[in-house]
């Protein structure tokens, strides 16, 4: 029984795989909005019932390999920071860690520029962060970061920095710069 169970999984990690590399290479060749989702489907050999019933949001989650439910992350990231690691050391970390930071080079940087200029995929990317306010803004007070609408403030300008680094030539340093501006200008 544990061998099925054991197949059934690797198979549905290679669904997913086939559907995101599918959907990945016709983006890139053919640009977002030109590409349906039957396509993609018959691209990577599946029913489009398999291709919906793996990626329910369609197009738009088929570009992203990796979906989370991002606010329970970062507030798992600030919770289980190193004791020596302040709050905002951990959201910077836990940023750095997701699209569109990290190591450079090849298809990773086509899919970049697809996401930064498909209006639709932007505007998902940027959703990510920003439906975190609540949540972030909770957390830092938690942490007695600061209080009141300053935290509220403070949570909303971190959650747009990503938005705003990923559309220069070094995210990762823009972020970082980023960051030091906003401890210095909060104070913090």
Same mark, same amino acid.
């Given at each position: 029984?544990?061998?099925?169970?054991?197949?059934?999984? =690797?198979? =549905?990690?290679?669904?997913?795989?086939?559907?995101?590399?599918?959907?990945?290479?016709? @983006?890139?060749? *053919?640009?977002?909005?030109?590409?349906?989702?039957?396509?993609?489907?018959? /691209? #990577?050999?599946?029913? $489009?019932?398999? $291709? @919906?019933?793996?990626?329910?949001?369609?197009?738009?989650?088929l570009v992203f390999d990796r979906?989370? &439910? =991002?606010?329970a992350e970062l507030v798992r990231?600030? /919770?289980? *920071?190193? &004791?020596?690691?302040?709050?905002?050391?951990?959201?910077? #970390?836990?940023?750095?860690?997701?699209?569109? !930071?990290?190591?450079e080079g090849g298809q990773r940087?086509? %899919?970049?520029?697809?996401? @930064? +200029?498909?209006?639709?995929?932007?505007?998902?990317? =940027?959703?990510?962060?920003?439906?975190?306010?609540?949540?972030?803004?909770? /957390? $830092?007070?938690?942490?007695?970061?600061?209080?009141?609408?300053?935290?509220?403030?403070?949570?909303? !300008?971190?959650?747009?920095?990503? &938005?705003? #680094?990923? *559309? /220069? +030539?070094?995210?990762?340093?823009?972020?970082?710069?980023? @960051? #030091?501006? %906003?401890? *210095?200008?909060?104070? $913090?």
């Amino acid at each position: 029984m544990a061998t099925s169970g054991g197949l059934r999984e =690797r198979k =549905r990690i290679q669904t997913k795989q086939a559907l995101h590399a599918a959907a990945t290479k016709l @983006f890139l060749e *053919r640009g977002f909005d030109q590409v349906t989702v039957a396509e993609i489907a018959e /691209e #990577a050999n599946v029913a $489009l019932t398999t $291709l @919906f019933k793996y990626y329910p949001g369609g197009k738009v989650a088929l570009v992203f390999d990796r979906e989370e &439910d =991002r606010e329970a992350e970062l507030v798992r990231a600030i /919770e289980q *920071r190193p &004791d020596d690691t302040d709050p905002l050391d951990a959201v910077e #970390a836990f940023m750095v860690s997701r699209l569109p !930071f990290g190591e450079e080079g090849g298809q990773r940087e086509d %899919l970049l520029a697809l996401i @930064f +200029s498909t209006p639709q995929l932007r505007a998902h990317v =940027r959703q990510k962060w920003t439906d975190c306010e609540d949540a972030l803004a909770a /957390e $830092l007070s938690k942490h007695e970061v600061l209080a009141g609408p300053s935290v509220r403030a403070l949570a909303r !300008f971190i959650l747009e920095s990503p &938005d705003i #680094a990923a *559309r /220069e +030539s070094s995210p990762s340093a823009t972020l970082q710069t980023i @960051f #030091a501006n %906003l401890r *210095r200008g909060w104070g $913090l």
